[in-house]
């Protein structure tokens, strides 16, 4: 597929997405749905930046609240407890790298860019859960990945219902990128939302009509590493979904992904090298 090369500008920085990137996920939270996942010291964190870095990462994300289906509510400042000491550590150990905090919450958003001077901001609600979040993001002048999904992470498998999902989708995105340009943000990424208010077949329907976004002209985050979608098809765990997550992802690079969001970073960098090897042959 040709795909028309983008690029991001991330703290002054110019971020070049002519090749499909990989993004490392962080989740500093105790009941993440893949427990490899869970970082819960520091160190932990650290080295998990380190590797994931070494194995060719360019972007890291980051979150303290689990997004997963029904998934434990807290509050702002349970959130920030969480962030505060291990993102201040990658941000002096690591200062160059590219840094996405994962949160829906404005307060939380506006923390990350003045204190840790954090890159993206990946908002799972896209500004459904805090009136706020888009104003914030316009005036911290941050590049801001827009998901697709309903209600919250308790509701959402709830709310699974569509007349036509992807008219529905594309119009999701369309109304809410030009309120995004509107207030003045530059850099927007597009999350489809895999396991987001879907179901299992619709996931795959999604994944199989991709190339739908390429209207948006704006990059594409895919992000369906050791989801449901995976291991309820496969009849085995989160642990046990490398294999299909691996197999999904070159699926997602051929159909336009532009930055593939995971928890194992070498088996995407090689996905994306074999990819681009077959792309340019």
């Known amino acids: 597929m040709n795909k028309i090369p983008f690029q991001l500008t991330l703290n002054g920085r110019l971020f070049d997405l002519s090749k499909p990137a990989v993004m490392a996920i962080a989740n500093l939270t105790p009941d993440s749905f893949f427990s490899g996942s869970r970082l819960f010291s520091e160190r932990e964190v650290l080295n998990r930046v380190e590797k994931a870095f070494a194995e060719g990462a360019s972007i890291l994300d980051i979150g303290a609240y689990s997004t997963r289906p029904s998934a434990t509510h807290i509050t702002e400042e349970e959130e920030l407890e969480r962030l505060r000491s291990p993102l201040k550590a990658i941000r002096k150990h690591f200062p160059d790298i590219v840094i996405s905090l994962d949160t829906f919450r404005s307060g939380v958003a506006r923390w990350g860019v003045e204190e840790c001077r954090v890159d993206i901001i990946n908002d799972i609600s896209g500004g459904t859960m805090d009136d706020m979040m888009f104003e914030t993001v316009a005036v ?79 990059p594409v985050l ?60």
């Not at 291991?231 to 992904?257: I, R, S």
């Open 140 to 218: 911290l002048n941050t590049a801001y990945i827009l998901t697709h999904t309903r209600g919250t992470p308790q509701t959402m498998q709830q709310l699974t219902q569509y007349e036509n999902m992807m008219s529905e989708i594309l119009f999701y995105f369309g109304k809410k990128v030009a309120q995004l340009v509107h207030l003045g943000v530059k850099d927007i990424i597009i999350d489809p939302g895999f396991g987001f208010a879907k179901t299992l077949d619709q996931n795959y329907e999604l994944l199989k009509k991709m190339s739908y976004f390429k209207e948006l002209n704006l």
């Open 222 to 281: 895919y992000g369906i590493s050791r989801k449901s979608m995976i291991y309820n098809l496969l009849g085995n765990t989160p642990e046990e979904a490398l294999n299909g997550t691996t197999a999904l992802n070159m699926l997602g690079l051929m159909n336009g992904a532009d930055i593939l969001r995971v928890h194992d970073v070498k088996e995407a960098v090689e996905a994306v090298k074999l990819f681009d090897k077959y792309n340019n042959s």
